[in-house]
């Protein structure tokens, strides 16, 4: 990352043909190279702090290129607390590029990715959570993940996550005043005790967090959805009617699918990555024997298994098939084909037809239902919504146990500080009150350069 007291520009919208787009400014010298960029009108004077100003743009060459308009906002009062500003242009590439140089010729530098952001974060508008969150609102595929990263936007994370760091700072606090100032050891073990629980408390608060969380994790994540069953079951089938196109290869010879087939989907808000497997059962050869090696495993590692049988082979179907998994859903196939007076009835089994489209609409009720899609499930806390949150939550819950265990058993209570002392990193870590130039080099790269 570039130097923090420079003046930097880039556009903040995308590249290519628009009817507008907007150049960013933000460092010491952004009146002067406004002033070259932008001009009001002859004899005018600087654009005035906070409103929005037609005027002219200019090249490198001081020649007119555009009608823009422009925004100043003093220090501190902007995005990134800097003297700040935005020129809001025609949407002409070319046009673009040389506002972009001409600010560069003035003394700016192109910034990169993320570093308004960053620059944002430095002054203490937005925490990194908060910034994380700009990020994912920026690339939010469904309005539910829009939503969750508005209120992660919002401080919703460092309004949950705050008051548990600091009654562990208190309680790192008071862990290593003990060590030191302890007036005799009856004060000290009823002291260490009480401790001991409290530690217990915070570990089962951000645990709680967690669970509240789960919804916001599936959102912003997605879930995976494997589709199992022996081949020519009507997995690919099945499949292209829940995607709504012909994604992959039907036909009546068994074994068409070899390998994974993956396509997103959304279902009642929630982003559902689709996976049509190869049939498991008997191997006739290498090739086979690999798909359902792949499908075995696919199935495990996802978070529902939609277990495939043919309602026309009677009896509910072969369950040979069946893998291991923390959710599975039996779904019986080709419902067109049977006659419906043979089907015994079976609450836990959803009846369907690819080819008519019956029972489709339920068994997509169903998986949100068994996912807890929010259009099933309100969104409770958005707090430990994406992965790093999570880690570094469970790091926290860790130590946080590993303290109480140690205070319980009455070693020594500088071990159970260092341990207490980790948790407030590991939170701290998640909302950017201390954080390693590494790490927050590795989140903002993943900005865009506007950003």
Do not use: W
């Not at 025609?90 to 040389?98: D, K, M, W």
């Not at 020519?232 to 012909?246: D, E, H, P, R, W």
């Amino acid at each position: 990352m570039g130097h923090l007291t420079d003046t930097i520009v880039a556009p903040a919208t995308a590249p290519g043909r628009a009817a507008i787009a907007m150049i960013r400014i933000s460092g010491p010298l952004t009146a002067e190279i406004l002033a070259v960029v932008f001009r009001t009108g002859p004899g005018r004077g600087e654009v005035p702090k906070r409103r929005l100003v037609l005027g002219d743009l200019l090249g490198r060459d001081g020649r007119v290129i555009d009608r823009a308009m422009a925004t100043s906002f003093e220090e501190p009062h902007s995005y990134t607390g800097e003297h700040m500003a935005e020129i809001t242009l025609h949407g002409s590439p070319a046009v673009v590029r040389e506002a972009i140089s001409t600010c560069v010729k003035a003394g700016a530098r192109p910034a990169e990715a993320g570093e308004f952001t960053l620059r944002a974060l430095r002054a203490g508008k937005l925490d990194l959570a908060q910034a994380e969150a700009i990020h994912d609102l920026v690339e939010a595929a469904t309005i539910e993940q829009a939503r969750i990263a508005a209120r992660q936007v919002g401080g919703e994370v460092s309004a949950a996550l705050a008051p548990v760091a600091s009654r562990l700072c208190d309680l790192q606090a008071d862990l290593e005043a003990g060590l030191d100032f302890a007036e005799d050891e009856a004060d000290l073990a009823r002291s260490t005790e009480s401790m001991a629980r409290e530690c217990e408390r915070l570990a089962e608060r951000l645990e709680t967090i967690q669970e509240a969380s789960e919804t916001a994790h599936r959102v912003k994540e997605g879930a995976r959805v494997v589709l199992i069953g022996a081949p020519n079951v009507g997995k690919s089938s099945l499949f292209n009617a829940l995607v709504g196109y012909s994604r992959t290869i039907v036909t009546t010879e068994a074994g068409t699918t070899r390998d994974l087939v993956e396509e997103t989907i959304v279902i009642d808000g929630l982003p559902v990555i689709l996976v049509d497997a190869a049939g498991v059962g008997v191997a006739k050869g290498k090739a086979e024997e690999e798909g359902m090696r792949r499908a075995r495993e696919a199935g495990r590692g996802a978070h529902l298994v939609l277990q495939l049988f043919r309602l026309i082979d009677g009896g509910g179907g072969s369950r040979a098939a069946l893998i291991d998994c923390a959710q599975t859903m039996r779904v019986g196939t080709h419902l067109d084909l049977v006659d419906r007076s043979t089907i015994t009835a079976d609450g836990n089994v959803l009846a369907v037809s690819a080819v008519s489209g019956e029972g489709i609409p339920s068994l997509r009720k169903a998986i949100a239902g068994a996912l807890g899609a929010p259009g099933a499930r309100p969104v409770e806390s958005v707090a430990l919504a994406t992965e790093r949150h999570r880690a570094q939550a469970a790091k926290a819950q860790e130590a946080l146990r590993r303290a109480a265990r140690i205070l319980h058993e009455g070693q020594e209570a500088e071990l159970a500080a260092v341990d207490v002392r980790r948790a407030v990193d590991a939170l701290r870590e998640i909302l950017g009150v201390v954080g390693p130039e590494q790490l927050l080099g590795r989140i903002f790269s993943r900005f865009c350069i506007g950003k």
